[in-house]
């Protein structure tokens, strides 16, 4: 049937090896710049206690938080496109990340849930973002339904009134750190990347993953418009709960770890479907796939670029994010979802 | 010589394909279906007409059985379609949307491959079955060879094609189509419907041009004022219940009876 069936499985294939390769490659770079060699001998664990030090402490769990978090985020996007039926969206349009930045701010500016210690923060945004995703799944579904057009007016009006509240917060918080540290993690930052708050990401990212892998056939007629998914026996209303509540514990947990990275979940989308087609079969592992090559090579970025500061994420992903998300709009061949 | 009438009722024929009786169905507080009663017999080209609001989709995707009726049942061959579960009635009624916004990266096969979704896991797809199910269908549409185009490269009248075999490559016993001549300039509108004529199924469909109604289709279901009855395509009756005048007209070459309108004489 498709002439070139075996495409979309050759691109995740190379997509693959760029990330085995970009990998140790990332890990060069850094405060101080390593030769590849001595960072792949690290990794085997050869070489000297300094080097492993850097390596394997440092930047191995920060550049893995990178492709966890990436790979997440673009997974997101085709969720919530898919969801939404709006090319436009990210996974950021439910209002969950407002959420997240409510929770973050409260435990920046005022201390909030110190009981958590060092978790403090991605616990405050994880709950933050969960309850976010339950109002705006209330409302929502209070008003008739999880409709593409209510989630997308709702998600957007809840965050809206979330994000003013954490901006109160910061606005009412006496300490000037305080402002720089709300900003910097709204901005997405993965400096905070250790092994131990690895574990938690890996696995919501790999099971959301699985989770979206095994229902594409659905996701798929979602895609082609509620009613044919309905006369092929897919329960709307479910998938639709079902993406929703998905895509919040997994917007969530990755907010709560490398705070709101922009872009990723909005245009790497659009990059799979253009190597791979529409469906989702391929789509999710080439957006996986190129979200974490992507995200990977933007902390580089972040962490060279201003030597000795890092510059935040967003910053990064919006300097090379518009103009890719231009540059796609302009391609006649691309229609970013819609037909005509 | 009488003309052969129709089997008196009691006798013993066929069940019909499609029973419903006693549907009746609310939106909000308005009640669109009053105790609807439509049988479809196997082999039949039905048409469901009827003025704009007066519930044509509503009854078409109850009889489709993706909505549930307030009240009453629909029996396929004996079997209520609201006891089946949402993926053994997908396997027996196709229900064909009008869809008007596609993903334009898709490609015709992989749309009209979706069409498979009842008969397997949502996870499995491709595959050589799939293939030939697909290309099968395309050509009944008289679509083959055009598997690999993707949908924002297809005409109006191809994506409706299109749309076709994805609803017959479900292979059900029922198809159920949703204006398919929608938004179809006339010449693409008759090659339709031709080819729905021609496919040799039973089919169910709403349509909004009468003319075309009465030329395609074995008999129309006229859904108006929350009721609906079946009936032959009577002139009359049809003027009556669109509150047009409607005349009968010998074609002079085809020698076929088409329906010409005008506004009714008693409506100023």
């Keep these: 049937m498709s002439g070139q069936p075996w495409r979309p499985v050759v691109v995740c294939v190379c997509l693959l090896l760029l990330l085995a390769v970009a990998l140790p490659a990332a890990m060069a770079f850094g405060a101080e710049a390593l030769p590849v060699g001595r960072v792949v001998d690290a990794l085997r664990g050869g070489g000297d206690l300094a080097t492993r030090t850097i390596v394997l402490d440092l930047r191995l769990p920060r550049s893995l938080l990178a492709i966890v978090v990436g790979a997440g985020l673009a997974v997101a996007g085709v969720a919530v496109q898919t969801l939404v039926r709006n090319p436009l969206a990210d996974p950021y349009l439910l209002g969950v990340q407002s959420g997240a930045s409510v929770g973050a701010t409260a435990v920046i500016t005022a201390g909030a849930l110190g009981a958590f210690g060092v978790w403090a923060l991605s616990a405050g945004a994880f709950l933050g973002a969960l309850l976010a995703g339950i109002l705006v799944a209330f409302v929502t579904l209070s008003q008739g339904g999880l409709t593409p057009l209510r989630l997308i007016l709702s998600g957007t009006v809840i965050g809206s009134a979330l994000s003013a509240i954490a901006s109160y917060l910061v606005f009412r918080s006496a300490d000037p750190a305080a402002a720089q540290a709300v900003l910097f993690w709204l901005l997405g930052s993965l400096a905070g990347a250790e092994w131990d708050r690895l574990w938690i990401p890996t696995a919501v990212v790999g099971v959301s993953l699985a989770l979206l892998m095994a229902a594409s056939g659905w996701l798929d007629a979602m895609a082609v418009g509620p009613d044919t998914a309905s006369a092929l026996g897919v329960s709307v209303p479910a998938v639709r709960a079902g993406l929703f509540a998905l895509l919040a514990l997994l917007v969530g947990a990755l907010v709560a770890v490398a705070g709101a990275v922009a872009f990723v979940g909005l245009v790497l989308p659009h990059i799979a479907r253009l190597l791979v087609g529409a469906r989702h079969r391929f789509v999710l592992p080439a957006a996986a796939l190129a979200g974490a090559l992507f995200l990977l090579a933007v902390d580089v970025v972040a962490r060279i670029a201003v030597r000795p500061t890092e510059i935040p994420l967003s910053v990064v992903t919006g300097i090379v994010g518009a103009p890719v998300f231009l540059v796609l709009m302009g391609r006649r061949r691309y229609s970013f979802g819609a037909a005509s | ?268």
Excluded at chain 2, 6 to 17: D, I, K, N, Q
Excluded at chain 2, 19 to 35: E, F, K, S
Excluded at chain 2, 145 to 162: N, V
């Design chain 2, 1 to 268: 010589m009488t003309a052969p009438s129709p089997a008196p009722a009691g006798s013993r024929t066929a069940p019909p394909l499609l029973r419903a009786t006693g549907l009746t169905c609310a939106i909000g507080r308005h009640v669109v279906l009053r105790d609807v009663d439509v049988t479809i017999e196997a082999g039949e080209t039905v048409g469901i007409v009827g003025p704009n609001g007066a519930g044509k989709s509503t009854l078409l995707r109850i009889l489709a059985g993706v909505r549930p009726p307030a009240a009453g049942t629909v029996e396929l061959d004996g079997v209520a379609l609201g006891s089946l579960s949402r993926r053994e009635r997908a396997r027996r009624v196709a229900l064909v949307a009008q869809e008007e916004d596609l993903p334009a990266e898709l490609r015709v096969g992989e749309l009209v491959a979706l069409g498979l979704l009842p008969h397997r896991p949502p996870w499995a797809g491709g595959g050589k079955a799939e293939a030939r199910a697909v290309d099968a269908a395309l050509a009944a549409v008289d679509m083959a060879g055009t598997a690999d185009r993707p949908l924002d490269h297809l005409s109006g009248g191809e994506r409706r094609r299109a749309l076709l075999a994805r609803g017959l490559v479900q292979d059900t016993e029922l198809l159920v189509l949703d204006e398919p001549t929608n938004h179809l300039d006339v010449r693409h509108r008759l090659d339709l419907l031709g080819l729905v004529r021609g496919l040799g199924r039973t089919v169910l469909m709403a349509l909004h041009d009468l003319d075309l109604a009465v030329r395609f289709c074995d008999r129309l279901v006229l859904v108006h004022d929350g009721t609906a009855r079946s009936a032959a395509p009577d002139p009359a009756v049809l003027g009556a219940v669109f509150g047009v005048a409607a005349t009968p007209v010998r074609h002079p070459v085809t020698g076929e009876t088409h329906l010409l309108f005008d506004r009714h004489p008693e409506v100023p």
